[in-house]
C-alpha cells in the first residue's frame, strides 16, 4: 500500500475505530452490464482495484450481490491478503435475480446468509463493516428497520462484524437504529440536485458519523444541470469532477466512493476531487438544488 493517503483530496476521516481517506473507491462498476456477470476485462478490473491501493485510498465499499459474488472475488484476488490501513465495507439486505433486479432479503435467516457469503468472498473472518440496505431501487420506505438491524448487531456480538451502517433509510430509521445500537455511517443518495438529507448530513457530522452519498452525478441517470455545466467550463475541468469536489466541501464527514472500471477515469477523478472551488462557485451549484 502506497503511503500517500494525505495527499489524496479531502484528507482522512476516522470510520468506527480506524483512519479512512476520505475519497474512496465504490467497486460497483467492476462487475457485468446492469452488475451482473464478471467484467469484460478481468485484468483490467484488477489493476483498477490495485492503482486504488498505489494511490493511497483506504476505503473500498463493496457487496456479494455486485455480480453477483464477481465485484468481491475481484477484490480478494487483487488485494487478499489486504493491506492494514485498507478499510472494506460491504451491505447487506438485497440479493440478485436471474433478470438483474434487486429482491429484498432481510429477514434474519436471509442477513445471516449474506453475511457468511460476504465473509467467504472477501476471504476475511471479519467484516470491517456492514451496511443495512433499506427500501427499494426507487430509494427509502418507510416502517421499522428493528429485526432486521438486531440480527446484525448479534452478528457484530458472535464476532463476524466490526461496525455497523444503514443505506437507503429516512432519518427516522436512522434515529431507531441508533436507538438499537451505535452506528458509523449512512449511506444514501446525495448530490448536488438532491439534498433531501441536507439536515441529516449536518447532525450526522455534529455527531461524528460518517455520511457516504451513492450517485454523486445521478447514477444510471446523470445530473443534468447548466450551472454544473457552467461551472465545469469555467475552470477547465468535467461536471464529475466539480461534484466530487463540491461533496467534499459539503461537510467533512462526507466520504466519496466514486466509482470507476477505467485506470484513467479513477485517476481523473481523484485529481478531480481535488479541486478548488471558490465561494462564488459553490453559491452557484447550491442553487441547483434549493
Known amino acids: 500500500m502506497n503511503t500517500s493517503s494525505a495527499s489524496l483530496p479531502g484528507g482522512t476521516w476516522t470510520l468506527g475505530d480506524s483512519s479512512v481517506t476520505r475519497f474512496g473507491y465504490g467497486a460497483m462498476q467492476l462487475a457485468g452490464p446492469w452488475v451482473m456477470g464478471p467484467p469484460a476485462d478481468h485484468d483490467g478490473a484488477l489493476a483498477v482495484l490495485r492503482e486504488a491501493a498505489r494511490l493511497g485510498i483506504t476505503h473500498i465499499d463493496t457487496s456479494d450481490a455486485y455480480g453477483p459474488r464477481f465485484t468481491n472475488e475481484l477484490i480478494r484476488e487483487a488485494l487478499h491478503p489486504y493491506p492494514e490501513p485498507l478499510f472494506i465495507t460491504t451491505k447487506v439486505g438485497a440479493t440478485r435475480d436471474a433478470q438483474g433486479g434487486w429482491p429484498t432479503a432481510?429477514?434474519?435467516?436471509?442477513?445471516?446468509?449474506?453475511?457468511?457469503?460476504?465473509?467467504?468472498?472477501?476471504?476475511?473472518?471479519?467484516?470491517?463493516?456492514?451496511?443495512?440496505?433499506?427500501?427499494?431501487?426507487?430509494?427509502?420506505?418507510?416502517?421499522?428497520?428493528?429485526?432486521?438491524?438486531?440480527?446484525?448487531?448479534?452478528?457484530?456480538?458472535?464476532?463476524?462484524?466490526?461496525?455497523?451502517?444503514?443505506?437507503?433509510?429516512?432519518?427516522?430509521?436512522?434515529?431507531?437504529?441508533?436507538?438499537?445500537?451505535?452506528?458509523?455511517?449512512?449511506?444514501?443518495?446525495?448530490?448536488?440536485?438532491?439534498?433531501?438529507?441536507?439536515?441529516?448530513?449536518?447532525?450526522?457530522?455534529?455527531?461524528?458519523?460518517?455520511?457516504?452519498?451513492?450517485?454523486?452525478?445521478?447514477?444510471?441517470?446523470?445530473?443534468?444541470?447548466?450551472?454544473?455545466?457552467?461551472?465545469?467550463?469555467?475552470?477547465?475541468?468535467?461536471?464529475?469532477?466539480?461534484?466530487?469536489?463540491?461533496?467534499?466541501?459539503?461537510?467533512?464527514n462526507i466520504l466519496l466512493i466514486p466509482g470507476t472500471s477505467s485506470l484513467a477515469h479513477l485517476r481523473e477523478n481523484v485529481a478531480g476531487a481535488g479541486l478548488s472551488l471558490s465561494d462564488e462557485d459553490v453559491a452557484e451549484l447550491d442553487g441547483i438544488g434549493h
Open 106 to 252: 432481510r429477514r434474519p435467516e436471509d442477513l445471516r446468509k449474506q453475511v457468511h457469503e460476504n465473509l467467504g468472498s472477501l476471504g476475511v473472518d471479519t467484516l470491517d463493516l456492514v451496511n443495512l440496505r433499506m427500501g427499494d431501487a426507487q430509494g427509502p420506505r418507510p416502517g421499522s428497520i428493528a429485526e432486521a438491524f438486531e440480527t446484525l448487531v448479534d452478528l457484530r456480538q458472535e464476532g463476524l462484524i466490526r461496525h455497523l451502517g444503514v443505506s437507503n433509510v429516512t432519518a427516522e430509521q436512522v434515529a431507531e437504529a441508533r436507538g438499537i445500537a451505535p452506528i458509523v455511517c449512512v449511506q444514501n443518495m446525495y448530490n448536488l440536485a438532491h439534498r433531501h438529507d441536507d439536515d441529516l448530513v449536518d447532525h450526522l457530522a455534529a455527531d461524528g458519523i460518517a455520511y457516504v452519498p451513492f450517485f454523486p452525478l445521478g447514477g444510471f441517470t446523470p445530473l443534468q444541470s447548466e450551472a454544473l455545466s457552467r461551472v465545469a467550463n469555467r475552470l477547465g475541468t468535467t461536471p464529475m469532477s466539480v461534484a466530487l469536489a463540491w461533496l467534499l466541501r459539503r461537510s467533512p
